[in-house]
């Protein structure tokens, strides 16, 4: 059986995996505000850092929500380890397709069809995990 992990856990991955291409983390100022100002929820940087560091482990759904809303991820993320295990997945695609520049394959995409459009997400796709079984493999 998997192991569970913790909102520490969780966060963490988030802070680590929602960026933009070629930016470093965001700040737990920055997110603390931009929670309080996009959805009026009350949450400060120091109660962020905590959870993150594991230091508190107890939040609000409220505050499970405000996050959840800023890093673009379900409320699910938080509370369904399996849920986490997905989105996880998703968001490190997300991340090495963005560190892998591939926007001038996505230009040159938009000019075909969709039908080969959708192969050619489905070559990425197979590619990628490819590379995930060989990374756990250690090759």
Known sequence: M???????????????????????????????EAIRAEQGIQISHTYIWQLRTGRRDNPTVQHLKGLAGFFGVPVAYFLDDDEARKIDGQLQ??????????????????DVS???????????RKVWELERDRAKDGH
Do not use: C, H, N, W
């Not at 926007?103 to 995409?109: F, G, N, S, V």
């Open 2 to 32: 998997p192991r569970e992990f913790s909102i520490a856990e969780k966060l963490d991955r988030l802070f680590t995996q929602v960026r933009a291409a070629g930016q470093g983390e965001i700040s737990y100022m920055a997110v603390a």
């Open 93 to 110: 695609l997300l991340r090495t397709l963005k560190d892998a520049q591939v926007t001038e394959i996505a230009l040159r995409a938009a």
């Open 114 to 124: 969709p039908s080969s459009r959708d192969t050619i997400g489905e070559l990425v």
